[in-house]
């Protein structure tokens, strides 16, 4: 079965940080982007951040440049998104897809995770 799993969510006060984990099971990811979307209670899905299979790119969303960075390790079939400096309108449901292209754009996407919650508050 292919299945993407997120993991790393959590509770965080503002200023904090959390490192969110991708895990490909059932297919690897060596031929995929990763992106990372998010969304917020009553708000539309976001793209945050991508990088390439390849991982030489990446791309952001501004709202999160210079405080999130996204890297992956195909030998662990893992995706990474590293979230400091973090901000209450940082709450959301945090998904990882896999496509093609890093493009976040979630209509592009072949393959969901189901999310995992991040939670900025004091």
């Known amino acids: 079965q292919l299945q993407l799993v997120e993991s790393g969510g959590g509770l965080v006060q503002p200023g904090g940080s959390l490192r969110l984990s991708c895990a490909a099971s059932?297919?690897?990811?060596?031929?995929?982007?990763i992106n990372w979307f998010r969304q917020a209670p009553g708000k539309e899905r976001e793209g945050v951040s991508c990088?390439?299979?390849?991982?030489?790119?990446?791309n952001s969303a501004n709202s999160v440049k210079g405080r999130f960075t996204i890297s992956r390790d195909n030998a662990k079939n893992t995706v990474y998104l590293q979230m400091n400096s973090l901000k209450p309108e940082d709450t959301g449901v945090y998904y990882c897809?896999?496509?093609?292209?890093?493009?976040?754009?979630?209509?592009?996407?072949?393959?969901w995770g189901e999310g995992t919650l991040v939670t900025v508050s004091s």
């Open positions: 990088i390439s299979s390849t991982g030489r790119s990446t």
């Open positions: 059932g297919f690897t990811l060596d031929y995929y982007a």
């Open positions: 897809a896999a496509a093609r292209l890093c493009t976040l754009n979630g209509n592009t996407m072949n393959y």
